[in-house]
């Protein structure tokens, strides 16, 4: 149950489009489509942003889209905004009920 | 609107023990996995252990438990349908296991978290 690799940090502008990768193994990532995405900002729960790799629940913004390919998942944020700008943890399924998380990113509208 | 609060968290001494509780509302409890996560202070999110939900109803008969292996062993996770509570039964505490504890509600055929109470703190140190 090692964690997911994000990495650390990444930036943009207003208005660019930012990508979040998420590389696990086959025995997670790549060996399910039950990849989901949370957002975190300070002192606040996580809040589900993409699930089943690129779904997204109502009421989260279309900037916001998910994918997958092999062992390495990814988020992009299109059309980033200032609101955009705080953590965010892809998760994933492992089989027998377990999950993994990965390590996070900090996301920094430049 | 599907509320969590969760309660209990303090401050324990290393080897202590500590029930976590996680009060639920506005959907059918009994039908839906729940779980818990934590997230130590600086750090990220990490999956503690999971319950799934009921398919007759009240009783808990049916259901089944999943646990990290870092709690494996140590944590029990239980709920009571008919109060529409989850618990975490905390044994053998170990500094490593300060954290912010999430009670997050699961989904009947699905593998993803929502929504997320605002957490309870559990402290670890002597």
């Known amino acids: 149950q090692s964690a997911l690799t994000q990495p650390r940090s990444v930036s943009g502008s207003p208005g660019q489009s930012v990508t979040i990768s998420c590389t696990g193994t086959s025995s997670d990532v790549g060996g399910y489509n039950y990849v989901s995405w949370y957002q975190q900002h300070p002192g606040k729960a996580p809040k589900l942003m993409i699930y089943d790799v690129s779904k997204r629940p109502s009421g989260v913004p279309d900037r916001f889209s998910g994918s997958k390919s092999g062992n390495t998942a990814s988020l992009t944020i299109s059309g980033l905004q200032a609101e955009d700008e705080t953590d965010y943890y892809c998760c994933s399924y492992a089989g027998s009920y377990t999950y993994v998380f990965g390590t996070g990113t900090k996301v920094t509208v430049l | 609107e599907v509320q969590l609060l969760e309660s209990g968290g303090g401050l324990v001494q290393p080897g202590g023990s500590l029930r976590l509780s996680c009060a639920a509302s506005?959907?059918?409890?009994?039908?839906?996995?729940m779980n818990w996560v934590r997230q130590a202070p600086g750090k990220g999110l990490e999956w503690v252990s999971g319950?799934?939900?009921?398919?007759?109803?009240?009783?808990?008969?049916?259901?089944?438990?999943y646990y990290a292996d870092s709690v494996k062993g140590r944590f029990t996770i239980s709920r009571d349908n008919s109060k529409n509570m989850l618990y975490l039964q905390m044994n053998s505490l170990r500094a490593e296991d300060t954290a912010l504890y999430y009670c997050?509600?699961?989904?009947?055929?699905?593998?993803?978290?929502?929504?997320w109470g605002q957490g309870t703190q559990v402290t670890v140190s002597s």
């Open positions: 506005g959907f059918t409890f009994s039908s839906y996995a």
């Open positions: 997050a509600k699961g989904q009947w055929l699905g593998h993803w978290f929502d929504p």
């Open positions: 319950i799934s939900g009921s398919v007759s109803g009240i009783s808990v008969s049916d259901t089944s438990t």
